[in-house]
């Protein structure tokens, strides 16, 4: 079973609507992070966004990501 296939059923279960996915790469000498809002139901992308941090500082783009995905869903 796939973590999208585990997701989608523990967010049945819960009446989740939506999840946040992120994944965190490394580019040049920083990082990014892309955070996307799902649908549970089909997977589709309602929200997505790219944050880069040059100087790989992971606690600050850690929180830009938390407080830009929390200023959309309000």
């Known amino acids: ?3 999208i296939d ?3 059923q523990g967010a049945a ?3 989740i609507d939506y999840v ?3 994944s965190v790469e490394r580019e040049g000498g920083g990082i990014a992070a892309t ?3 799902v649908a549970t139901g089909d997977n589709s992308v309602f929200w997505a966004r790219r944050f880069v941090d040059a ?3 992971l606690p600050r783009l850690r929180e830009r990501v938390a407080v ?3 200023g ?3």
Do not use: E, G, K, L
């Open 55 to 57: 100087d790989a500082n």
């Open 20 to 22: 946040v996915r992120i």
């Open 35 to 37: 955070a996307r809002m």
């Open 13 to 15: 279960a819960a009446d």
């Open 1 to 3: 079973v796939s973590v």
């Open 72 to 74: 959309m869903i309000r």
């Open 6 to 8: 585990r997701t989608r």
């Open 68 to 70: 830009n995905t929390a």
